[in-house]
């Protein structure tokens, strides 16, 4: 260890009289996405002039810059491109691969002394794709038994799933169970929310929708009857009212021709209009 951080300190243009400072704090904590960008905040409390800063990651020095921070060097070859130096000290990379993930250190060099400040970078896709399945399953008594199962497109990136009703966190689990009484329960808006370091998604709705939705699945029989037994109904005592003044109009006495065409007032014109099949169980 001690022999890297000397061989480190030549790298940067120590003398042998300089004291090399230990780091002081825990590493930063810095969680980056995938493909995007991440910059390490780089705030120092160096006394004297700083004569330059170098970038390590996983030990290995990616950026030299010198006291002109226009005259920074990427050292790093494979990041030529994506290494970007921010008010002259802070670091920027871009376009994020899996491979920028590990410790980082700044180390910044005076005429007399060494300051090190350590990062740790996570690196995580942002979660996609939130849904909620259900199942619903309805009791004689007429209460209403939910599951629900959240689910993401890319669980593995992390997600953690939680359960919310008005704001409350009832469950930190993916899946859920509900009893839902139609007599006794108000309206409830329950909210699935997941969540990895760097993004959350969330899915609302309401519970008296889904029971709502069974209800209509149990009555689906008497729709069934409703719209085939009422229209044909109609139908036969539409035919019985035609047919009887079909017969009126023909007992009574024919035109001069003989053949005349029934009169308009002998036609009965019926207009069925298919019945509101919620009004009909
Ligand atoms: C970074 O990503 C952007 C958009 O995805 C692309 O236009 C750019 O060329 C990439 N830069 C590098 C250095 O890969
Ligand atoms: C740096 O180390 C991390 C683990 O700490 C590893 O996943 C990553 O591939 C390494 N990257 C490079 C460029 O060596
Ligand atoms: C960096 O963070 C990763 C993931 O949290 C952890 O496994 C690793 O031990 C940390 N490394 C350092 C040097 O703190
Ligand atoms: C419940 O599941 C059905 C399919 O089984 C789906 O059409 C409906 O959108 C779901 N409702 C909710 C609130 O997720
Ligand atoms: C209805 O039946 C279910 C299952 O048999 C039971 O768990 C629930 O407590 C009952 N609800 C009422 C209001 O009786
Ligand atoms: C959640 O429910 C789904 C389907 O109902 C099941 O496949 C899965 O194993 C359940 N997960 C847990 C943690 O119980
Ligand atoms: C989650 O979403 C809320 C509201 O949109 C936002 O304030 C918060 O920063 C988000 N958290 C993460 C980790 O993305």
């Known amino acids: ?19 090399v400072s230990q780091t002081q704090a825990p590493p930063l904590l810095v969680d980056g ?10 705030k120092f409390s160096a006394k004297e002039e700083i004569q ?15 006291k002109d921070a226009a005259q920074s060097q990427v050292t790093d070859p494979k990041r030529k491109d994506r290494l970007k130096v921010i008010q002259s000290s ?6 994020l691969t899996m491979a920028d993930s590990g410790p980082y250190r700044a180390q910044i060099s005076t005429a007399t002394s060494v300051e090190m400040y350590d990062y ?18 309805l009791f004689e008594n007429g209460s209403c038994e939910i599951q629900l199962t959240c689910s993401v497109e890319n669980p593995n990136d ?16 993916a899946n859920l169970t509900i009893f839902w009484e139609p007599k006794d329960s108000s309206e409830e808006t329950y909210t699935c929310i997941a969540k990895n370091p760097v993004s959350n998604l ?14 209509n699945e149990k009555s689906q029989l008497s729709v069934i009857l409703c719209s085939i037994l009422v229209p044909s109904l109609i139908c036969i005592v539409v035919s019985l009212i035609v047919w009887k003044k079909k017969k009126v109009a023909a007992e009574a006495p024919r035109g001069p021709s003989g053949n ?6 002998n036609t009965v014109y019926a207009q069925v209009t298919h019945p509101n099949t919620g009004n009909c169980s």
């Open 1 to 19: 260890m001690i022999w890297l951080l000397q061989f480190l300190s030549l790298l940067s243009g120590l003398g042998p009289g300089n004291t």
């Open 33 to 42: 996405v995938l493909g995007e960008s991440v910059t390490f905040p780089l």
């Open 52 to 66: 330059s800063i170098t970038w390590l990651h996983n030990r290995t020095s990616i950026i030299f810059i010198p």
């Open 90 to 95: 802070s670091l920027q990379i871009n376009n």
């Open 120 to 137: 740790n970078l996570s690196i995580f896709r942002r979660l996609r794709n939130l849904q909620v399945a259900n199942h619903t399953q």
């Open 158 to 173: 992390h997600a953690s799933f939680r359960w919310q009703v008005a704001g409350n966190t009832i469950l930190e689990e």
């Open 202 to 215: 969330s899915f609302s709705f309401s519970v008296q929708s889904l029971c709502k939705g069974v209800f």
């Open 260 to 265: 005349e065409p029934a009169r308009p007032e």
